[in-house]
């Protein structure tokens, strides 16, 4: 196939060069370039383009010894020993950490699949959605599909699933998403669900806990902690893969700090429960705001919503010009990603949609 299909059909990307596949994504949350794009908009900027928790997790303060001291091997024991309860993961030597889940999918390609990764190989990435997977795919030699059919996933040899996607919220029930992995496992395949969402539904949605050859499953600490900058991330795998995994990333992949303020956010069940409450009760405050600007969310989690509206251009400079930034997309311009607001912000928000200036 060489053209996009309709709706529900694969979908076929070009493949990149060398050098397009190692350019950078474009990605939410760079002030910066905002700042230059909107110079008259008020400060600070409130923004709402990261789907990041706006209420991070308040750790106690960090032991001087995580800086001054390499990580001890115990905490990062006891840390993959609380990922694996938190996640529902079957035992903590099927968890290999890291410095983030972006680092991840490169490792378990190599550990799946071998030094050759992915030459001769096809990848499937259920799309739209976060595209650094299709690029780090792409980069480790694969022919890299982005479809939009679930059921085209299945020819693949490596396929991910983002589940709940970013950044529509779509979410593969659970039974679907382990009857492809047992087909990938039957052929030697691969599927990956990247769960960084996931925190935030019920968790009987997460395959976390049914990892088996053929199933990697990928989570993310600092989107529902608020803590992004900690750069901390899990891979639940089958034993032998999770261990090929913290052969590679060495033995301290994870910072002191990192490991202090993450013993003590994923221990803390009582914030969790708390937290989920909280985002649930914010999401809906802000579909009553966008609902009261005649702006209908039509996708997302309680992290974020997604709009699909004629206007979305004019609606993205209306609130970049007002100091609020939000997510656009290049490929879908009739399309924006609404994070939610920290406290202080909502006011700033309320009197910009109530501006409606795109309406003009």
Not at 175 to 197: C, I, N, P, Y
Request: hydrophobic share 45%.
């Amino acid at each position: 196939m060489d053209q996009d299909r309709q709706e529900g059909q694969t979908k076929v990307q070009p493949q990149m060069d060398d050098v397009e596949a190692r350019q950078a994504i474009d990605h939410g949350g760079n002030l910066a370039r905002a700042g230059l794009q909107f110079p008259q908009a008020p400060k600070p900027w409130i923004d709402l383009s990261t789907g990041i928790n706006p209420h991070p997790y308040a750790y106690s303060p960090i032991p001087a010894t995580a800086f001054s001291r390499l990580p001890e091997p115990d905490d990062l024991a006891r840390l993959k020993h609380l990922a694996a309860t938190a996640y529902g993961a079957p035992s903590a030597e099927h968890l290999a950490a890291a410095p983030g889940t972006h680092i991840l999918l490169p490792l378990v390609i190599e550990a799946v699949f071998g030094t050759l990764s992915g030459a001769g190989r096809r990848a499937a990435i259920l799309s739209p959605t976060y595209g650094e997977h299709a690029r780090m795919a792409r980069l480790s030699g694969f022919e890299t599909l982005e479809v939009q059919a679930f059921e085209a996933l299945f020819d693949a040899d490596l396929a991910v699933v983002v589940n709940p996607n970013n950044p529509d919220g779509r979410l593969v029930g659970a039974a679907d998403l382990l009857a492809l992995s047992r087909h990938m496992a039957a052929k030697g395949g691969l599927l990956v669900v990247d769960e960084a969402f996931m925190e935030v539904i019920e968790p009987e949605e997460s395959v976390a806990g049914a990892v088996h050859d053929g199933l990697v499953v990928l989570r993310s600490f600092g989107k529902f902690y608020g803590l992004a900058g900690v750069r901390l991330g899990f891979a639940v795998a089958p034993v032998a893969i999770a261990q090929k995994l913290a052969a590679r990333l060495g033995p301290w992949a994870i910072p002191g700090p990192t490991l202090s303020i993450g013993l003590q956010a994923l221990a803390d069940g009582g914030w969790q429960r708390a937290m989920r409450a909280r985002l649930a009760a914010d999401a809906a405050r802000l579909d009553a705001l966008l609902a009261a600007a005649d702006l209908p969310v039509c996708g997302g989690t309680t992290l974020f919503r997604y709009l699909k509206h004629a206007k979305a251009p004019a609606i993205f400079a209306h609130l970049g010009g007002s100091g609020i930034l939000v997510r656009a997309f290049a490929a879908r311009p009739d399309c924006l990603r609404i994070g939610l607001p920290e406290d202080g912000a909502w006011k700033r928000l309320e009197k910009a949609l109530e501006t409606k200036s795109w309406r003009d």
